[in-house]
């Protein structure tokens, strides 16, 4: 970045009266708008939806926690849910610390494929 504007403060040479500055506001303005629609602005809309998940929390909707642990939602309060994670086992967590489930984990697909081949690579 700072190479960018190196360039446009020797391009301005001297003669000129201001039309360096002209150069380095245009360049410093064309940074910030590429800045703004590459990180800020998806940084925005990601902070949107996540808070509109959070806002849409129910009971029954499957989650996963800061922690990595998957459970479905029993019981939601302001500023916390009930997880239960396993048959009558139920935990409290902060609602910032929940996360959607993205897809489901590999333990859960049963592939009998999958246990003959770790059994042949044993050999």
Not at 118 to 123: L, V
Request: no cysteine.
């Amino acid at each position: 970045m700072s190479e960018i504007l190196y360039i446009v403060i020797a391009q301005g040479g001297g003669g000129g009266a201001g039309g360096s500055w002209w150069n380095l506001l245009l360049m410093v303005g064309i940074i910030f708008g590429i800045m703004y629609f590459l990180v800020i602005r998806p940084q925005n809309k990601q902070r949107a939806e996540r808070e509109k998940f959070l806002s849409a929390l129910k009971v029954g909707d499957k989650v996963v926690t800061g922690g990595g642990i998957l459970g479905k939602i029993t019981g939601v309060q302001a500023d916390t849910v009930t997880v239960e994670i396993s048959d009558r086992v139920r935990v409290k967590i902060l609602r910032a610390q929940v996360n959607p489930v993205a897809a489901p984990p590999e333990a859960d697909k049963g592939d009998a494929k999958g246990d003959e081949k770790s059994d042949d690579s044993k050999k």
